[in-house]
């Protein structure tokens, strides 16, 4: 692999680690207020999925820059039908075996949801969502 290439996987791993504190946060918020914890997990997901396109278009990709509010919107709309679907979907379905299937509690099988998901949005981000202007 190339420097650049490792560089963007740090870059993306970066963005995902502060990502993750924003999901964990938001799930252990929420499970606190007695939300279900899939509905939280989904709503935590979209949070850390909005915050990781952010910093992703601005941080790990900014090479690739968008060069208008159209090309943003269109960035954003691939990102949360990739890597939100990714995301959401994969956590909630890994929850859902994690938790009642093998009795993990409930943070512990959101970062192993987590992980199982990365290398899937790094693909999904460096071959669809970021396209070269």
Request: net charge positive; charged share 10%; proline share 2%.
């Amino acid at each position: 692999m190339r420097t650049a290439a490792y560089l963007r996987v740090l870059k993306f791993s970066l963005v995902g680690g502060l990502g993750i504190a924003v999901q964990l946060g938001m799930l252990a918020a929420l499970t606190a207020m007695k939300i279900n914890y899939l509905l939280a997990t989904a709503l935590a997901v979209e949070a850390a999925v909005i915050h990781n396109f952010l910093w992703h278009q601005r941080f790990t990709w900014a090479d690739r820059a968008r060069t208008g509010m159209h090309d943003s919107l269109a960035a954003l709309f691939r990102f949360h039908l990739c890597n939100g679907l990714i995301s959401v979907v994969g956590n909630l379905l890994l929850m859902r075996l994690l938790v009642p299937g093998f009795g993990f509690p409930v943070l512990r099988a959101n970062i192993a949801s987590i992980a199982i998901c990365f290398f899937a949005n790094f693909l999904a981000s460096d071959r669809w969502v970021f396209l070269s202007s």
